[in-house]
């Protein structure tokens, strides 16, 4: 006799991908390696010296990230004055992940950003990112999270989901109050 639900069987889950099963260790390993990095310049160096460097590493990348968002919004002004797109070029994701990389303690991490903040290793990191993000589009499904940005979906409680488009008409003639403020 059996009692409760009944398992399903094994072939019926789904197969976890190998990002999944290898990232936690993969930043386990991460982490290990730069503690032990740290004390080995700690103890060839001094405390002092590594934190200072430590500090150093923080300050850079703060200057970096500030830097490359002034840029990234200069040229999002810029383009939005002369009425085209953005480009897309210009490094300065790149940029703040270098800055970023800086700001985390550790000396693998800062190895990292300075290499980010190289002209050549940010395009041909920019070149690898967009071959891939091409490649997930392509291979996206309708109903996943590319196609929700295409999708109005409103979710009624009872599940059901209406798919639709809130037009909201006000007559021309009729006097304009005041709006309430939208911190509230």
């Not at 210009?90 to 800055?99: H, I, K, T």
């Not at 021309?172 to 109050?177: F, H, L, R, S, T």
């Amino acid at each position: 006799m059996m009692t409760g639900a009944s398992t399903p069987p094994s072939s019926s889950r789904p197969r976890r991908s190998r990002l999944r099963t290898f990232l936690p260790l993969g930043i386990a390993a991460w982490l290990v390696l730069e503690i032990w990095l740290l004390t080995v310049v700690a103890g060839a160096a001094g405390g002092l010296t590594v934190f200072l460097l430590l500090i150093a590493g923080f300050v850079l990348g703060a200057v970096v990230i500030k830097r490359a968002g002034r840029r990234a919004f200069q040229n999002l002004n810029e383009a939005l004055q002369r009425g085209v797109a953005p480009s897309s070029g210009g490094g300065s994701g790149l940029m703040m992940l270098g800055g970023l990389l800086l700001m985390l303690p550790g000396l693998i991490s800062d190895a990292a950003g300075l290499l980010l903040l190289l002209p050549p290793v940010q395009k041909a990191v920019g070149r690898y990112a967009e071959r891939t993000v091409d490649r997930g589009l392509r291979r996206a499904t309708p109903g996943s999270l590319g196609d929700a940005f295409q999708q109005a979906r409103i979710h009624r409680p009872d599940g059901k989901v209406v798919q639709g488009e809130v037009i909201r008409e006000e007559p021309g003639d009729a006097p304009q109050e005041p709006r309430p403020p939208l911190n509230r």
